[in-house]
């Protein structure tokens, strides 16, 4: 007797804003109280947004990066989630896929073969809405539409004159969320606040689960899902740096990649989480030690004051262990870090770096990357896709080896990256996937 395959939904929007998140959570949560065994993915290489979904339906989301990562590591990535359902948030517009042209949405929907359910935000809008979803079907005609989800409506009446140009396009509703300042969560520089930060947020996830269970057609939702394309074989996973690795784990440590950690768990890989915040210091055993990003500059004075954090990260440096932080990780391994109001803390040392929070410029883009080391070293030795986000700038580098070669989405080259001292090794990429 055949499983039934899982179903599928991306949730998109015309544009970023129009409340993709909230509405994400909220059915995430309402469909699993129905009974569904739902679980969450998220287009991109958003790190954010993952830890809510996780927080709304109780399972870990994973990334699905239609520009990092072959189509058949999407499938396999997406239906190895289980469950009845899998719902998808999309990044940014649904067409949004920068200058390269790839990696939207759209794009993953196709490759995964489900449909699309379009957000509206309406609020300064009425039968216009039906532009934005016309306007999807003439130009990805291929692509299917399952419906939209009108947001922000004011009134009974402004849903009526709404549905009246949907209507006209031939387009489905699948319900209506009014406005109402209950459905907002707190943002920061790199996008929302972080989910384990934002104050009671099982409470906010319950009553928007309410507020949205209200207006959307859950039953109609639940139909209009198509089951996942699989997989055709089996794809490359993302080889751990070691047997034992032990990870950086706090709120000033929070952007890995859920993948990663799970692919290099299914390489045998020991995870050993330990919190820099708490003054703790890698696992003695570990052979290696990964510093993912997150927001260094919020806890500068307190990293640079943790003594036991800085002891063990010197002792694993000494002893071998492979050392590896990308973003706000890298920036910890330098030697200070300059914070937002212009006090100059002390960081690690580790490598012969200084970086800025005071002086801001923002980096965005996604990356091709080519290890430089002669070694093979990991995070090498083919070649990389990865993601840069940040604000920081570099206000000194020493003399180390230059980590990768990089080039843009594009494939326009861009100035070398990262470095590497010894086993010490980092950049301002966040590592996606492996190219080869």
Sequence with gaps: MSVPRPRGLLLSAPASG???????????????????????????????????????CGTPSVNLDAWAMPVEELRQRATGQGGDLLLVE????????????????????TALGIPVVLILDIAKQAQSAALAAAGLRALAPDLPLAGVILNRAGSDGHV??????????????????????????????LGLVQAGETHALEAFIEAAADI????????????????????????????????????????????????????????????????????????????????????????????????????G????????????????????????????????HPMLGLLPLG???????????????????SDGAWPGPGPLKGHEFHYATITHEGEAERLFAASDATGAPLPEMGMRRDNVAGSFAHLIATAG
């Design 313 to 344: 990260m010197a002792r694993a440096a000494a002893m071998g262990a492979r050392v590896y932080g990308e973003c706000g990780g890298y920036m910890v391994l330098g030697e200070t870090l300059e914070d937002a109001a212009g006090v100059l």
């Design 212 to 311: 949205v269970a209200e207006g959307v057609d859950l039953a109609a939702l639940r139909d209009a899902a198509l089951p996942l394309t699989p997989p055709a074989g089996a794809a490359r996973s993302f080889a751990p740096p070691g047997q034992r690795v032990a990870v950086a784990r706090d709120t000033a440590f929070a952007f890995a990649y859920p993948h990663l950690l799970s692919d290099w768990q299914a390489e045998g890989a020991e995870i050993l989480p330990f919190s820099p915040l708490a003054d703790e210091g890698p696992d003695p055993r570990a052979d290696a030690v990964f510093l993912p990003g997150g927001y260094p500059e919020l806890h500068a004075g307190h990293l640079s004051a943790a003594r036991g954090f800085r002891a």
């Design 355 to 373: 970086t800025s929070f005071a002086r801001r410029r923002l980096t965005l883009g996604y990356r091709n990357l080519t290890p430089m080391s």
């Design 18 to 56: 129009s409340g993709k998140t909230v509405l994400s959570l909220a059915l995430l949560r309402a469909l699993g109280r129905d009974g569904t065994g739902v679980r969450a993915a998220k287009s991109g290489p958003d790190y954010i947004d993952p830890a809510f979904h996780a927080a709304a």
């Design 90 to 109: 999309g990044a940014m517009g649904v067409l949004d896929a920068g200058r390269c042209g790839e990696g939207s949405a759209a794009d993953l929907a």
């Design 160 to 189: 009526a004159m709404a549905r009246q140009g949907l209507a006209k396009a031939g387009i489905p509703v699948l319900g209506a969320v009014r406005r109402n300042p209950a459905l907002a969560l707190p943002e920061r520089h």
